[in-house]
């Protein structure tokens, strides 16, 4: 992407509104009710102000105010923004899964990306969809990650989910789990290993990662006694991605590596299925934790819960997460901000 035109400013992080029926509005709300966020960068909601206002008075928090927009060359900083990306009034119906929620969520995420591409945004956080109501002729994605990949112009990214040290990517994402084992090739491990790599220097700014890696069956494969993915597959990943100079070990059983709390020598840990890391992931950081799309050239954060229609509209939702994930969109921002200045320096 081309250097940003508004680096004299704040950055400007999009977030995307989610399903109107679920969390998304409310956490959005009670994360950016507190205006000492302004101080580090300026959030345009993409979405409705009718929608906004619809949710500001359900929680009774009336003090909450925003700048309605109807493009984003007419931001507002030091204020959160609305950019109206539809004008009609929706229906409403929290706790409720329907196509009204799917429809709009998605027309609120494809209007933030276009922007993000056009490189009028700097960052986007993206509040929770749910994946089956979103499909369409128009829009084929088992979720935000392969969406935002595609729209990246890249074969692969990396999901990876972030707290404080603990950082665990995974090989395969949102595919079932009799899939798994055919997916995990030598040279999508070594893509996935790679990438991680990249991103811990990159977006973290740590010189030399430590990565461990998991087998993928349990105890590792116990030397073939449980399978051969970890011989024929992942190890000889390790092995390619070694020669590069890069600190990698593994494979590890997952159960006895987490359980032991070794991720925490370890600056990034490459899980080889979505459960596999997400499960003791959100069991250690759940309604703090944030989900990184690693590997693309824009930065994409989201929080690592989904809709949870159960609670929507009770002002019972949980906001961490989310604030979680415009702190690190921003961090990310400002991390590749710093290794620019440093690669024209040293030219």
Known sequence: MAESSHKKNKPLIGITIGDVNGIGPEVIIKSLEDNRILRQF?????????VISY???GLDKENFNYQQITGIEKVVHKKVNVLNVWNETIEINPGQANETGGKYAVLSLQKAVADLKDNKIDAIVTAPLA????????FKFPGHTEYLTQEAGESESLMFLVHDSLRVGVVTGHISLNQVSQKITKEKVVTKLQKMIKSLQKDFGIKKPKVAVMGVNPHAG????????EDEVIIPAIEEVKKGHNIVA?????????GMRSYKQYDGVLAMYH?????????LAFEEGVNYTAGLPFVRTSPD???AFAIAGKNEADETSFRNALYLANDIIRQRNENQFENADEK
């Open 55 to 57: 949710y500001r008075k």
């Open 222 to 229: 116990e030397n073939g006694l449980l399978g051969n993915e």
């Open 131 to 138: 994946k089956d109501l979103v499909q369409s002729d128009d």
């Open 305 to 307: 819960h989904g809709t």
């Open 275 to 283: 459960d596999q890391g997400l499960i003791p992931f959100k069991t």
């Open 250 to 258: 593994g494979p590890f059983p997952a159960d006895g590596f987490f």
């Open 42 to 50: 300026t959030p345009v909601i993409y979405g409705s102000g009718k």
